[in-house]
């Protein structure tokens, strides 16, 4: 098994970009898909990400598609979340997770086993 730890998060202006790293420990990182998820106050949460397990293969939320991007270095066992272009609806606590499913949209969250406690980011208008 994984676990996932955020970091990353942060006030930003719109427009403006940030990086979200997950660090997960565990022997056995390079068998799993790699996630991000992210929920907002009073809201579901929502797919943002996910990565397959050797990196060729990315998929992503229709809310964030070519202003997100996805990445994982599994010499490191990282999994990176680039995010550009943000906007204020952006702000929310993202989670990282890690999973063996991939199934087609809608992403589930059952998909993914293990997963972080999330790092805050708001994005200011």
């Known amino acids: 098994q994984v676990q996932p730890v955020e970091s990353g998060g942060g006030l930003v202006q719109t427009g403006g970009s940030l990086r979200l790293s997950c660090a997960a420990s565990?022997?056995?990182?390079?068998?799993?898909?790699m996630g991000w998820f992210r929920q907002a106050p009073g809201k579901e949460r929502e797919f943002v990400a996910r990565?397959?397990?050797?990196?060729?293969?990315?998929s992503y939320g229709d809310s964030v598609k070519a202003r997100f991007s996805i990445s994982r270095d599994n010499t490191k066992n990282m999994v990176y979340l680039q995010m550009n272009s943000l906007k204020p609806e952006d702000t929310a606590v993202y989670y990282c997770?890690?999973?063996?499913?991939?199934?087609?949209?809608?992403?589930?969250?059952?998909?993914?086993?293990?997963w972080g406690q999330g790092t805050q980011v708001t994005v200011s208008s």
């Open positions: 565990g022997s056995t990182f390079s068998k799993y898909i």
């Open positions: 997770a890690a999973g063996r499913g991939w199934n087609v949209p809608p992403v589930p969250s059952t998909d993914y086993d293990f």
């Open positions: 990565i397959s397990e050797r990196g060729g293969v990315t």
